[in-house]
């Protein structure tokens, strides 16, 4: 008991140290799309994204707190303020005392903004704005990103299927040897009718080292892009044809373009708050000399408080070119945004178009396929009664497998085309 529960930990421990790459995997395209959005640098842009945005937050919310700035001066004059009195004159025995002409100080002003006119309001507003714009704008890049994804994926998915239809023709071809070896046993065919045959079974066996190739250089192309090592037993899921709905509204780029219409808007309720005043309080407390009373020779301390009032005129001078300029902004994001609608539509009209003509194609393809089966068959027949060389029922077979192979081809057109088009809807 005590041997089988060791073997059984060690079988554990060598599972756990099997790569994932070894394991048979099974991918779908959605999947693809989502490990590969994950694994791209861009997807840690969010949370930079959000992290400027809070920064930036904090630091327009610091606008009401109290202000506190510390001065320290010195100075001398050339000249100071006198009264051109001589009280002795008129008897009297005091003098006017004269203000020294060096003057120190230090003093410790506090301000507190009560109301900015809604500038901070408008501040955070824009800061908002502008990190959803940044957020819509990693969106296309990542949106993209699919795109590119999708094409490696239905090559892959096309690869593998002419892969394993290739090893069945292969077999094929080895069935079709073992009869000619047959007939030539019974006198019918000849050493001729036998190298034709093995023509193609090395042909057979060269397309599927290429094809092996292949398949492993998109594996590795795919392996980069979802940050995952995909190995040869990796399986592809075909996606399954389905009723693509059209949203042009959901595309990553329209959505950009509606978020940089809103910091456009942001930007309007700035300029506006920028044209009314602000209320705030402030207190100045000092110690100098002279002080308050600037005919007192000795330090003094002091201290002034009040309300004040500041509203600056200068940003009516340029703000109805600023809403002019907003305005033209705005035009050039909506002809961008029919621009990419009528680019879009134009596409999906020839994705559309090429959809019909492989449906099309699809339709025929099952047809002709067992219409060459049946002349392949007759050719067989015909070469066991010595009626047909090896080369001719090669040929017929070679037909029947390009027949097939078309077949595979239009179908992964297919459901490529039906995927092109959720892709360009947004959906």
Not at 321 to 329: A, F, K
Not at 344 to 352: A, F, L, P, V
Not at 373 to 381: C, G, N, P, Q
């Amino acid at each position: 008991m005590a041997r089988i529960r060791t073997k059984a930990t060690a079988l554990a421990l060598l599972l756990l140290l099997i790569p994932r790459g070894i394991s048979a995997q099974e991918l779908t395209l959605e999947e693809c799309w989502r490990q590969a959005e994950q694994h791209h640098p861009l997807s840690q842009q969010y949370a930079l994204i959000e992290q400027t945005k809070d920064y930036s937050l904090s630091n327009a919310s610091k606008r009401y707190l109290p202000q506190l700035s510390l001065t320290a001066k010195t100075s001398y004059q050339s000249e100071v303020t006198k009264i051109p009195l001589d009280l002795t004159a008129l008897g009297l025995p005091m003098s006017i005392p004269e203000v020294q002409r060096d003057q120190y100080g230090a003093t410790i002003d506090v301000s507190q903004l009560l109301w900015d006119g809604g500038r901070t309001a408008a501040a955070r507003s824009m800061i908002r704005s502008e990190a959803e714009v940044s957020r819509a704008e990693t969106d296309v890049s990542l949106y993209a990103l699919r795109r590119r994804v999708s094409e490696i994926y239905f090559a892959l998915l096309l690869i593998s299927e002419q892969q394993s239809y290739n090893d069945l023709f292969h077999e094929e071809i080895l069935r079709t040897k073992h009869k000619v070896e047959t007939l030539i046993n019974g006198g019918v065919a000849t050493s001729s009718d036998l190298d034709a045959v093995e023509a193609d079974r090395i042909r057979s066996e060269r397309t599927r080292s290429e094809y092996l190739a292949l398949r492993r250089s998109y594996l590795g192309a795919l392996s980069l892009l979802v940050g995952d090592t995909l190995s040869d037993s990796t399986k592809l899921h075909a996606p399954t044809a389905e009723t693509i709905e059209e949203r042009h509204r959901s595309r990553p780029e329209l959505l950009a373009l509606d978020r940089q219409t809103q910091a456009l808007d942001a930007r309007r309720k700035e300029l506006s708050a920028s044209l009314l005043p602000t209320l705030g309080l402030f207190a100045q407390g000092g110690y100098a000399r002279p002080g308050l009373n600037f005919l007192d020779r000795d330090f003094s301390p002091y201290y002034i408080v009040g309300a004040r009032l500041s509203w600056s005129l200068g940003s009516l001078y340029t703000h109805r070119n600023n809403q002019r300029l907003l305005s033209t902004q705005e035009r050039g994001l909506d002809l961008k945004r029919e621009t990419f609608v009528t680019n879009q539509q134009i596409e999906m009209t020839h994705k559309r178009g090429a959809l019909e003509k492989v449906r099309t194609q699809l339709h025929y393809d099952d047809e002709l396929i067992a219409l060459r089966r049946r002349i392949y068959s007759s050719s067989v027949a015909k070469m066991e009664h010595g009626t047909l060389s090896g080369a001719d029922l090669m040929r017929d077979l070679t037909q029947v497998r390009l027949a097939e192979q078309e077949k595979i081809l239009h179908q992964v057109q297919y459901l490529q085309l039906l995927y092109d088009l959720r892709w360009l809807s947004g959906v």
